[in-house]
Structure formats: C-alpha cells, structure tokens
C-alpha cells in the first residue's frame, strides 16, 4: 500500500515538472535552418527562442534564462567556440554545439571548453531530439522509473510493475516502450521508433520491428492493458493516458 | 667530364696548333735555324700546350664532375645547387649564376601553384561547409512536413551528402598533416555513428545490419575512421544483390598486438580481376561500370587516409557470393604504457 501510495505522489510530481516546459534557445545564423529547427522543438514539447544575430550577446542569451543552448559555431558576429568560452565564465546551462565543421580537433576543442554535446550538420532530426533528451534526463538526475497508469517501468532492470505482478521487457521492448511513454500522447512514427533502437545499437529491420510492437502489445494485455498502444494507419502509434 | 670526350672537343685548338707549328718550322728552315734550337722550340711548344690544356681540364672537372655526380644521387635533383661550391672559372661562375636564377624562377612559380593550390582546398572545403547548410535545412524541412514528402528524397539527398564527405575527405587526405588528431576510439560508437547515418538505405534496401562483438577501442581518428568505414558500408549497399536476403556483417577480432575489424557482405562481390586494382585512384573495374554510379573514388581516398593513420586495408572477395574488407589497427605499447 505504501508503494503505491509513494508512486501516485511521484506521479504527480511528474506532471508537474512537465507542465513547466523546457525552454531551448537556438543560435543559427542561416534562417531557413532557425525556423525549422524552432518548429521541430515546438512540434516535441519544447519552447523555442530564436535570438536575432544582432543581438548576440552572453548578457542576451543568459537574460533569456534558457534550460539549453543550441549553438552554431559559424555564427557571423562572433565566433561560436568564443561565445561558449564567455557564457561558461558566467553560466552552466547545458549548451549543445552544432556545425557543420565534422573534424575531431572542433569537437575535441569545443568538447574541452565545455559544451555538453557536439552535433554535426546535416544531423538527423530525430537524433538531435534524442540527445537534448538524454541531457535534460541526465540533469535531472531522477531515478529510473517511469510511471504509466497504474504501472511502474523501471528501465534498469527492464521490468513492467502492478501491484504484484511483474513482466519483464527485452530490451527491443524496453526501447520502443520507453520512446511511447516519453511522448505519451502523440503520435510516434515507426522511423523515430527506429532511429531510437538504431541509436541504442539494436540494428533491427522493419519486420522485427512489427514483431516486437506485437509482443509488447501482448505483454501490456497481460497486466490488463489491452489497447494501450494505437495504430494510427499510415502515420504511426501513439500511446494514449490521460 | 672524360678526358677523350674534352680532347675532341677542343679539335680546332689542336689543328691552330698544328699550322702554327707548321708556320714555326718553315720560318726555321728559311732562317736556317741550326737543328738543336729548332728541337728544344719544339719541345718547349708541345710542353706549354699540353700544360695549358691539362690546366683547364682539371679546373672544369672539378665543378662538372661534383655537378653530374650531385644530380644523379639527389632524388630531388633541383636541389643540386645547394651542395655545389662557387666555382672559379668564368664559365663555371656563369653557369652556377644561370642555374642560379632558372631556380629562383622556377621556385616562384611553384610557389605560386602552391598558393593557388591552397587557395583552392580553402574555397573547396569552406564551399563543403556552406552546401551541407542547405542539406541540413532540407533533412529538417522533410522532418517537419513528412506528409507532404516521398521517403525517396531523403534516400537522395543521404547521396548527395556521401558525395559531398567524399569530397571532403579527398581534399583532407591531400594535405593531412593540419586536421586529424589520434585518440582512442571506441569501435563499437563509430559502428553506431554509421549504421544510423545508413539506417534508410540499410532498411530501404532490405539489408540486414549484423554486428558483432565490436567492443574495442582502438587508436585512430574518429572521424575518418567513421568516413573510411562508411565509404566501405555504401559500397556494400550499392553492390548488394538484387534478390535473396542480403547482410552486412561486423565483427572484430583483438589478435595480440593488433585488432582487426572486418566488414562483409553478401553481394555481387569483385571479379579477381579486378581485386588488385580496387585502390587505384579513378577505377571503376567491372561493377563500376554495370552499376553505372561509380566514380572510383572512394576506395582510392579510403587506401589515402588508411595509409597516413597508418591502418592496414585488405580486400578479400569471391564473385557472386562475398566481399569482405579487413581494417587492421595497431596498439601502441608506448602508449599502453604510458597510460
């Protein structure tokens, strides 16, 4: 009883962090790149500011009060790894270069002045997505459990909980599980879904993929979920919990 | 500088010398010279010619020897002004001034290819900076208006991508010694890199992507290491075969002081004919030219930058049934050490 008494508050605890979204401001001098990006963060969840290049400056970015930085490193008005060296001086937002530079020495540089991550153009959309994720998850710092209903997913050790009953996840399952339950509510596409499982080493093909969805639908019916994942025909699966 | 070859040239000396003997011995007989006389003349003639003739060998054999002898060894005999000494015969002074200036001249316009040469990897990498811009706009753009895009535009613009690295790498592998930096790479994170950039193709195709015990780090540079092992992975998805379950297959072995990683297919694989010519630079061989979209240049900057991180490449293959690639890196006992 007391479990799940600490789960329901933990549940909401949840929900409150989310309510609050994450603000991601984005530094990219060309603009056809600015706009789309901005509207790729705000189709996931997130809010994004784009600064005009005019107004670059370390007092505007850090009076924006971001949760991230997206940072081209060719920006015209100063250079990017220069501004990354002045907003460390004074901040320790996450901040995530971006170029189109693909050498080692850029990123060892850039990597060694303190950015938390270095992304290279033409990135894939969705990998640009996991990896914000994976640095808001990794400040965050909260433990490994996620919450769906009633059931408790514990991504450690792969294991879906009700009450008593316990089913445990391969790890395939584990992964798309994980992506549904982190877009809850919106419709996922089968490509994110294997860019996920791709960006975890799991190289499988279109066929495993049905194959594990099935099983995981299985595995969900047996603690009494029967349509927790939907089929939207031609667009992808979403995971509905209201 | 032969003395024979030095005596012919000097013929017309010679046969001066012969009339004006000539001249000397009848001004002796008109002047009724007694024979004694006429014979130490003589004597003293031929002495003083011999002398003056030797004289001026020994001084041009000097500079001409040390300059033939200099050429030869050097391998890079434009050089050869450098080791010579000021000689001191005029025509020698001429020459070395003459040799002198051809150089200077001809180094100014090396240099200035050099410059143009330059000038001309800068535009060409800052222009494959500024075209990935416009690529990375569009893998957004289709990104966020998937409804209104076919699948294949991504699969065409991943092409025109690979080509643009191609290029890139090209120009790098040329003057390699600014950009690259050794660092222990884990194999297993470059796999990963790559097989997301394929994902589309590899799916699109049906290929499955098989990888194997890849947990190794190994001391190379990440990113070319990344660009050699895709350039081997396209190809093994442009030369699949048409039908039956295609794979490419990963796997890497630590064998004592080195690991080697292998990369193989199922494909069309190369005709033996072909096999020892894969790395030259511009050849297309026989699947080139059937699969009609080769430039023959991909395997030829792999072998480039392979050679200057100092891996070893190896090709090995079976027409009809397999390819199989094998990248052998080092371990460095120093550094083992020093870690």
New interface residues.
Partial sequence: MSISLYKICYNNKKRNVDDIMKKILVIED?L??QK??A??LE?SGYQAICLPLNQISVENILKVKPDLILLDI?IPVSNGEVLLQEIRKKSSVPIVMVT??????D??LSMSYGADDYIT???????LLLRIGAIFKRMENHSEELVYKDLSFNIQKGVITRGEQQIVLTKNEMIIFHYLLTHKNQIV?RDEL??DL??N?E?I??NALTVNISRLRNKLKEVGYYEAIETRKGQGYILLCD | MRLKSYLKDKWWLFVLFFFMYMIILLMFLAFKVNFSCCLATSILLFLFVIIIIMIDFFRKRKFYTTLVNHITMLDKSYLVLETLEKPNFYEGKLLYQILYDINKSMIENVKNYELQMTDFKEYVEMWIHEVKIPIASFMLIFHNHQDKFDKKAVLQMHRLENYVEQILYYVRSENAEKDYLINEVSLSKVISHIALKNKDDLLENNIDFIVNDVNYKVLTDSKWLEFIINQIVNNSIKYKKENGNSYIKITAIDKKDQIILTIEDNGIGIPLADLPKVFQKSFTGHNGRFKNQSTGMGLFIVKNLCDKLGHKINIESKEGSYTRVFLTFSKDQYYEVLR
Avoid at chain 1, 100 to 105: D, F, I, L, Q, T
Avoid at chain 1, 121 to 127: E, H, S, V, W
């Fill in positions: 060309d056809s790149i789309e990006l509207s790729l189709n060719n189109s530079r693909n050498n080692e020495v990123e060892v153009k033409p990135y894939n959309p969705t990998i596409t294997m860019t791709w960006n080493d190289y093909n279109d």
